[in-house]
């Protein structure tokens, strides 16, 4: 079992954050809100770990 990394790991945080933003850039508000479901989907896949992801989802509540 893996730990939550609650800090900084993204080595660039401005241009992921960038990232983001573009690929939502043109897409209306359903498509937004489908990209955002896809794109969580296939990090939770690539986490792999649900109770990583558990506590990942109880942190974003928060």
Request: hydrophobic share 45%; no cysteine.
């Amino acid at each position: 079992m893996s730990a939550l990394v609650t800090s900084r790991n993204i080595a660039i945080p401005d241009e992921a954050y960038d990232l983001l933003l573009t690929a939502h850039e043109g897409l209306t508000k359903d498509e937004s809100d489908a990209l955002n479901a896809r794109l969580i989907l296939t990090l939770f896949n690539h986490v792999g770990d649900l109770d990583v992801i558990r506590e990942a989802i109880e942190v974003a509540r928060q």
